[in-house]
Nanobody, 122 residues
């Protein structure tokens, strides 16, 4: 079992930055791939970024490449999403998930946090 709690969301202006955090509890946090997904109003939840258990591999969805950076600190059982140059289209609820195998499909993730709202005004 892994429990996940996101934090760091808020209301910002276009061009600003935010850093989301996801704190995990439970055993073997470092053995899980961690991912960030987001869900905008009226849309399906979509993949944003993922990072391997060791932190040595990262993958990003095209719309956020070069603007977002995923990282993790296994000593703190935490994963982060640094979001720069934010756009109004980044407005969504952001969720972190834990997966034994990784991937870009939410069905691959076994555990989820409750989400944190990010709102970007123009």
């Amino acid at each position: 079992q892994v429990q996940l709690v996101e934090s760091g969301g808020g209301l910002v202006q276009a061009g600003d930055s935010l850093r989301l955090s996801c704190a995990g509890s439970g055993r073997s946090f470092s053995s899980y791939w961690m991912g960030w997904f987001r869900q905008a109003p009226g849309k399906e939840r979509e993949f944003v970024a993922t990072i391997s258990g060791s932190g040595g591999y990262e993958y990003y969805e095209e719309p956020v490449k070069g603007r977002f950076t995923i990282s993790r600190d296994n000593a703190k059982n935490s994963v982060y999403l640094q979001m720069n140059s934010l756009k109004p289209t980044d407005t969504a609820i952001y969720y972190c998930g834990a997966s034994a195998f990784g991937g870009i499909n939410e069905g691959s993730y076994d555990y989820w946090g409750q989400g944190t709202q990010v709102t970007v005004s123009s």
